[in-house]
């Protein structure tokens, strides 16, 4: 009897409590005015072998957000993230989206950074008809099932790494190459497809394909069938700090073969060289991203940043995400968008409009046009000097 | 290649076999399985690693501070998941020790990052090419320790008294206790030294790998709780045996096969040694004398 009584009692404190919350109106600030907060929802996450690029992509757009509210907002509304996580799982992926846009309405959202993420993701928002738009998904066919309403800054790498690939290999007189992926993730498994593509069109014998799993600790077992097969250039098809991993324990084996990254190498490149260290000077990678770029718009946008953050380089995903929120607040500028109430449903398609329309837009990572939802990026060589990826600039 | 990847494995073999001997220490002496002791060794290593990289201290020094940090943290998981836990729950002490992981780990991240730490190198300019293989400067260190802690870990337990009365504790503690054994002080003692092989085993680990990561904990745990499965609980050969059996299968797992086969292919084995030997390979069929 007693424990029916309290029980009784807790489910009626707690059925108060949630109607009074839902009285206040609860999550929401969107209350209908034209004034209410513009919400952006940003998908971040905190495990996974893309985890650091996601905490760089979170800063960029917070850097973002605070930059435009510092300057009134947008037409008058401030601007506010919504940040979930979805800790690099589908399943809580595809939870998050529909959350995002019917609980919280948001008005567009930004990430996930990396391509399995953002297939689920863009997807998911593409059906619900919000605009997403991902800081660095770059596998082919990524924006497949997402368009009109899903849209990527990073060039697939196969478009854009390809030539910078091949015009390293001719440069550099490769012949015998290794491929190490991880085969059970989606996204190293394409960069190791590339690797095959780029290292069949150019002559390149494969004379060894290794595996491993994103995390592991250990890659001697690795390292050492690579080193039997004395190739020239190991390629890594692995996230940025499994490939640090990588390349410390093929230093510390001795090996002098070269290193090889595609653009997704270069977007983490901090996170690299911080797991490999001194291991990972002179690696090569395909780059869409200069973060000393001397195009104005670009270079006094990085300038602030980095006197904001106190960082020499701003990392990719940090320039696109930057770059991501700033589009959308310039959609919602341009087309009158409000943040609450009936309006977010139309909000969402103008800014959907507006982003497909991008044209030579002048952000913090340089140029970017919108073609089919896809970025087109420069295509540059990068290489790790003094501890950083800089552009290779002699590399034309 | 051969020889490389065998020598790989056997090291690899080597940092697996003192988690599991501290894991086997409990066993024999409480009949429990600490869950908390992946997360000992992590915690060890992390800040093992840690007074090295800031401090500059030789290696020998963060690694006697890494057993040192294991040691009390193995106990003070003694107090909390094992020493006011009823005998009569023993699904209870496997619970809170199972929690007490969590909270390693949790407070790892918070404090640390969860990102993977580095730990410098050793003796990096040494490295002895003995033909068929090649030994770095680190290997051998990690070699030396390993085999010193095991064998030193041997002759405690076979030659000293406080070493008897582990096993006399490990054999029954009932027995032991009316014989005139401090059996409390035992066990502390069991868990103290468990404790000292996973900070070894996690530095030496974060040695092998060249950096540490605060989510291992449950995996070394999982690996320790293979081995001993695969050895036999409580049985010191057996564990050292099975602990260098599974580094040598999963290192030519991934060289000759894939790397997402390597942990099926010792659960597979794990399987049918639970099949046809409950025991293990080593188990209590041994013998008293095999027991801790």
């Known amino acids: 009897m007693i424990r029916t009584g309290t029980a009784g009692r807790v489910a009626v404190g707690l059925t108060a409590a949630s109607l009074a919350l839902a009285a206040c109106g609860g999550e929401g600030s969107g209350s209908g005015d034209g004034s209410a907060t513009l919400k952006i929802g940003l998908v971040t996450s905190s495990a996974g072998p893309f985890a650091s690029n996601a905490k760089t992509m979170e800063a960029g757009a917070e850097y973002a957000v605070k930059l435009l509210n510092e300057a009134g907002g947008v037409k008058g509304a401030k601007l506010e993230l919504v940040k979930v996580d979805s800790q ?78 091949t015009k390293i290999i001719q440069s550099r007189k490769l012949k015998r190459a290794a491929i190490i992926s991880d085969e059970a993730n989606a996204t190293t498994k394409a960069q190791a497809d590339l690797f095959r593509s780029v290292f069949a ?180 060589q990068a290489v790790v000097k003094d501890g950083k990826f800089v552009i290779d600039k002699s590399a034309g | 290649m051969l020889a490389q990847q065998l020598f790989n494995g056997l090291l690899l073999g080597a940092t697996f076999c003192l988690v599991a001997l501290g894991f086997n220490l409990v066993v024999g002496a409480m009949d429990r399985l600490n869950f908390a002791l992946g997360e000992t060794a992590m915690l060890s290593a992390v800040l093992g690693a840690l007074i090295m990289t800031e401090t500059r201290v030789p290696f020998l020094v963060s690694f006697a501070a890494a057993t040192l940090i294991g040691g009390g943290v193995a106990v003070a998981v003694y107090y909390v998941s094992f020493r006011f836990v009823s005998a009569d729950f023993p699904t209870a002490s496997i619970l809170s020790s199972l929690g007490c992981g969590l909270v390693l780990t949790a407070a790892v991240t918070k404090a640390f990052g969860s990102h993977q730490r580095s730990v410098p190198d050793v003796l990096s300019g040494v490295r002895l090419d003995l033909g068929a293989f090649t030994v770095s400067g680190a290997q051998l260190v990690i070699l030396l320790l390993a085999t010193l802690l095991t064998a030193g870990l041997y002759v405690f337990l076979e030659r000293t008294p406080w070493g008897t009365a582990i096993r006399a504790v490990s054999d029954d503690a009932t027995m032991s206790g009316l014989l005139g054994v401090p059996v409390q002080r035992v066990i502390l003692l069991t868990f103290a030294l468990s404790g000292v092989l996973a900070g070894a085993a996690g530095l030496l680990t974060g040695l092998a790998y ?53 942990d099926l292919i010792v659960f597979i084995l794990v399987g049918i040694v639970l099949l046809v030997r409950p025991q293990g390979l080593f188990g209590r069929n041994a013998g008293v004398l095999e027991r801790v």
Request: net charge neutral.
């Open chain 1, 201 to 380: 069109s150019a002559g390149v014998q494969v004379v060894k394909s290794v595996t491993f799993k994103s995390g592991d600790s250990s890659f001697a077992s690795q390292v050492t069938s690579v080193a039997g097969a004395k190739p020239d250039v190991l390629a890594l098809a692995a996230g940025p700090d499994d490939a640090g991993r990588i390349a410390r324990e093929a230093r510390s084996q001795r090996q002098t073969f070269a290193l090889l990254g595609t653009g997704s190498l270069q977007s983490g490149g901090a996170a690299y060289v911080a797991a490999g260290g001194e291991a990972t000077e002179g690696t090569l990678a395909a780059a869409q991203y200069d973060p000393h770029s001397e195009t104005p718009a670009a270079k006094a946008l990085l300038e602030k940043a980095q006197a904001a953050t106190g960082q020499t380089d701003i990392s990719l995903n940090f320039a696109y995400a930057f770059d991501a929120v700033h589009m959308i607040a310039k959609a919602v500028e341009e087309k009158g968008v409000k943040g609450g109430g009936d309006d977010v449903a139309k909000g969402r398609v103008a800014i959907q409009e507006s982003l497909n329309a991008v044209q030579n837009y002048q952000g913090m990572a340089d140029a970017t046009t919108f073609k089919d939802g896809i970025a087109q990026r420069p295509q540059l």
């Open chain 1, 88 to 165: 690099n799982k589908p399943a809580t992926t595809a939870t998050l989206i529909p959350q995002l846009a019917a609980k919280q309405k948001v008005l567009a959202i930004v990430g996930p950074v990396d391509s399995a993420g953002c297939e689920v993701a863009c997807s998911t928002a593409n059906k619900l008809k919000v605009p997403i738009v991902s800081p660095g998904a770059a596998r082919p066919g990524v924006l497949k099932n997402s368009r009109p309403y899903g849209f990527t800054i990073a060039q697939p790498d196969a478009d854009n790494s390809t030539p910078v690939l």
């Open chain 2, 210 to 262: 060249h950096s540490i990561s605060p989510f291992d904990g449950f995996t070394t745990t999982l690996t320790a709780l293979m081995i001993i499965v695969l050895g036999g609980l409580g049985s010191v050969t057996g564990g050292v045996l099975a602990a260098l059996l599974i580094g040598l299968i999963q290192t030519l797992t991934v060289a000759y096969l894939s790397a997402t086969l390597r």
